[in-house]
């Protein structure tokens, strides 16, 4: 009972800590989005500006213009009004032609001549019309000094430019105040955030202690230990006593046969399925060593473990972008009336939430498609783009299962170069199974070999090409 109350009282501290990390999150995150707002402020009000002077200058360029030139920029709308009742007119003519040839077919060659001459007159009307317009408007314009025009233009032009100029440094040097006061706030608010939280991982590290769970199960560089794992399904053992540690930052490949156990490896680490026995230690993004199966599988994810599966899990009407932000379900702290309401903390989480999505969509060179939907695009694209999703949520760990399945040669390159990519750029560890023995020997630091559930070997790529249980249990042998 005691055991108990220890492991809820430890998942509800963690979930304290879990709130007070996402508030860091939150205010590093709208630190940045406020300096972007400010920018387009100061653009958006320079440009409001600029329209409303040059407003002022539209009776001086009118002088500036030969008569001709005005007359055709005056009268383009009347123009454009008169082009568009020319239009209504032949369309007239030609719809009455239709309904005469309908009642009298045999008169063809003379309906459609009496058309012709209706159109050839209505376009004489018009085109007289809009020259009439365009002459009264040249008389109109006759007579004034353009040079002279021309010099008060440009110097109205010089002093809105002078005017704009000095508006810009006005408000970039408001702006600049309001930033630095605004970021004082931000970092006293997340300095206090950060006393919370280490005073809570503090009190998690103790009950760690209690119950015989520290740092130094692990080793020093290693992301997770998976000590006699045994998985049975009725009486068939898919997993048997296996033992196996990933590194931190490097990229471990489990392979073996079809039916060996793989994804069942996976589904025991990520708790889709409790296993009969054996232990899953693993170094969560705070650095405190838990075991993975006391807790449920919808709280995994808040340790920065994902995953992806065997087939594609998009969801199809849904863009690109939205399938990022529903990777990111665990990171939105705001509630369910925060979203009826539509609240102002609402929108900036959204916000930060979106401009995450695109930077992680430009790194790996799906901006493109941000904007479409799933359905249609190319296989290697939704690969890719699962794989996208995966980060949205700042993992620490994740787990592919058969990240090539059902790719092109083609493809399963660029999916290499972007697995290496996400390893590097995004600081994490990748835990893959693939079929693809090319792939994994191309992308993996480590691999280990099972079959029927049990270890065949561990090592490097190299050491399991040359193994001759793994030639002979997955391979074929010689």
């Given at each position: 009972?005691?055991?108990?109350?220890?492991?809820?009282?430890?998942?509800?501290?963690?979930g304290?800590?879990?709130?007070?990390?996402?508030?860091?999150?939150?205010?590093?995150?709208?630190?940045?989005?406020?300096?972007?707002?400010?920018?387009?402020?100061?653009?958006?009000k320079i440009?409001?500006?600029?329209?409303?002077?040059e407003?002022?200058?539209?009776?001086?360029?009118?002088?500036?213009m030969?008569?001709?030139?005005?007359?055709?920029h005056v009268?383009?709308?009347?123009?454009?009004?008169?082009?568009?009742?020319?239009?209504?007119?032949?369309?007239?003519?030609?719809q009455?032609?239709?309904?005469?040839?309908?009642?009298?077919?045999e008169?063809?060659?003379?309906?459609?001549?009496?058309?012709?001459?209706?159109?050839?007159?209505t376009?004489?009307?018009f085109?007289?019309?809009i020259?009439?317009l365009?002459?009264?408007?040249?008389?109109?314009?006759?007579g004034?000094?353009?040079?002279?025009?021309?010099v008060?233009?440009?110097a109205?032009?010089?002093?809105?430019?002078?005017?704009?100029?000095?508006?810009?440094?006005?408000?970039?040097?408001?702006?600049?105040?309001?930033?630095?006061?605004?970021?004082?706030?931000?970092?006293?608010?997340?300095?206090?955030?950060?006393?919370?939280?280490a005073?809570?991982?503090?009190?998690?590290?103790?009950?760690?202690?209690?119950?015989?769970?520290?740092?130094?199960?692990?080793?020093?560089?290693?992301?997770?230990?998976?000590?006699?794992?045994?998985m049975?399904?009725?009486?068939?053992?898919a997993?048997?006593?296996?033992?196996?540690?990933?590194?931190?930052?490097?990229?471990?490949g489990?392979?073996?046969?079809?039916?060996?156990g793989?994804?069942?490896?996976?589904?025991?680490?990520?708790?889709?399925?409790?296993?009969?026995d054996?232990?899953?230690?693993?170094?969560?993004?705070k650095?405190?060593?838990?075991?993975?199966?006391?807790?449920?599988?919808?709280?995994?994810?808040?340790?920065?473990?994902?995953?992806?599966?065997?087939?594609?899990?998009?969801?199809?009407?849904?863009s690109?972008?939205?399938?990022?932000?529903?990777?990111?379900?665990?990171?939105?702290?705001?509630?369910?009336?925060s979203?009826?309401?539509?609240?102002?903390?609402?929108?900036?989480?959204?916000?930060?939430?979106h401009?995450?999505?695109?930077?992680i969509?430009?790194?790996?060179?799906?901006?493109?498609?941000?904007d479409?939907?799933?359905?249609?695009?190319?296989y290697?694209?939704?690969?890719?783009?699962?794989l996208a999703?995966?980060?949205?949520?700042?993992?620490?760990?994740?787990?592919?299962?058969e990240?090539?399945?059902?790719?092109?040669?083609?493809?399963?390159?660029?999916?290499?170069?972007?697995?290496k990519?996400?390893?590097?750029?995004f600081?994490?560890t990748?835990?893959?199974?693939?079929?693809d023995?090319?792939?994994?020997?191309?992308?993996?630091?480590?691999?280990?070999?099972?079959?029927?559930?049990?270890?065949?070997?561990?090592?490097?790529?190299?050491?399991?090409?040359?193994?001759?249980?793994?030639?002979?249990a997955?391979?074929?042998?010689?």
């Amino acid at each position: 009972m005691v055991k108990t109350l220890t492991k809820h009282f430890e998942r509800f501290l963690a979930g304290r800590a879990d709130r007070l990390e996402h508030q860091i999150d939150y205010l590093l995150g709208y630190d940045e989005i406020k300096k972007e707002e400010t920018r387009d402020a100061v653009e958006n009000k320079i440009e409001r500006q600029r329209e409303i002077l040059e407003r002022r200058l539209r009776p001086l360029k009118y002088q500036a213009m030969d008569s001709k030139t005005y007359a055709e920029h005056v009268g383009e709308e009347a123009i454009r009004s008169l082009n568009q009742k020319r239009d209504l007119a032949i369309r007239a003519h030609r719809q009455s032609a239709k309904r005469r040839l309908k009642k009298h077919p045999e008169d063809d060659t003379t309906i459609r001549a009496q058309f012709e001459k209706a159109q050839n007159t209505t376009n004489a009307y018009f085109d007289k019309r809009i020259q009439d317009l365009l002459t009264r408007l040249g008389q109109k314009h006759q007579g004034n000094d353009l040079e002279a025009a021309l010099v008060a233009l440009k110097a109205q032009e010089d002093v809105i430019e002078q005017t704009l100029a000095q508006n810009r440094i006005r408000l970039e040097d408001r702006r600049t105040r309001q930033l630095e006061h605004f970021e004082k706030k931000i970092e006293k608010k997340i300095s206090q955030t950060r006393k919370r939280l280490a005073a809570l991982e503090e009190r998690l590290h103790a009950l760690n202690e209690k119950r015989g769970l520290t740092s130094d199960q692990l080793e020093s560089d290693d992301i997770l230990m998976v000590s006699n794992l045994t998985m049975m399904f009725g009486g068939l053992k898919a997993v048997n006593d296996l033992s196996f540690s990933v590194k931190k930052g490097e990229i471990f490949g489990l392979i073996g046969p079809n039916g060996a156990g793989k994804t069942t490896v996976f589904n025991c680490i990520t708790q889709f399925y409790k296993p009969k026995d054996g232990q899953m230690l693993y170094r969560n993004h705070k650095g405190n060593v838990i075991a993975l199966e006391d807790y449920k599988v919808h709280d995994v994810i808040k340790q920065g473990i994902t995953r992806t599966f065997q087939n594609v899990e998009l969801i199809f009407e849904l863009s690109v972008l939205d399938n990022m932000l529903v990777g990111a379900h665990t990171m939105f702290k705001t509630g369910f009336f925060s979203h009826i309401l539509h609240t102002r903390r609402m929108r900036r989480e959204e916000t930060i939430m979106h401009a995450k999505a695109l930077q992680i969509l430009k790194t790996l060179g799906l901006d493109m498609v941000k904007d479409a939907y799933p359905l249609g695009l190319p296989y290697g694209i939704l690969k890719r783009i699962e794989l996208a999703r995966t980060l949205m949520a700042k993992p620490s760990l994740i787990i592919l299962d058969e990240p090539a399945a059902g790719l092109n040669d083609s493809e399963t390159l660029e999916l290499a170069k972007t697995i290496k990519m996400i390893q590097k750029t995004f600081n994490t560890t990748i835990f893959l199974v693939e079929h693809d023995m090319q792939l994994v020997m191309d992308v993996c630091d480590t691999i280990c070999a099972i079959n029927f559930g049990k270890k065949l070997a561990i090592g490097s790529p190299q050491t399991i090409k040359n193994n001759k249980d793994v030639q002979e249990a997955y391979l074929g042998g010689e």
